[in-house]
């Protein structure tokens, strides 16, 4: 199958496989939410006025 590659080619061909395989094994065993109930985001900082900020002196 891969007797028409350089060996620095079947080298790379190799790794781009076995990383697409490792990502495959991650996504199958981790448990991820792409779409559901996310929690907005919630700044634990109250907002101030721009007047009272101190920013603009």
């Known amino acids: 199958m ?5 060996p620095q080619e079947k080298k ?7 990383l697409l395989l490792l990502g495959l094994v991650y996504v199958r065993t981790h ?3 792409w779409e559901g109930t996310h929690q907005p985001y919630v ?3 109250p907002v101030e ?4 900020s101190g920013r603009f002196f």
């Open 2 to 6: 891969l007797d028409n590659f350089d």
């Open 12 to 18: 790379i061909i190799l790794i781009f496989i076995a």
């Open 31 to 33: 448990d991820l939410q």
């Open 43 to 45: 700044s634990p900082l």
């Open 49 to 52: 006025e721009a007047s009272t």
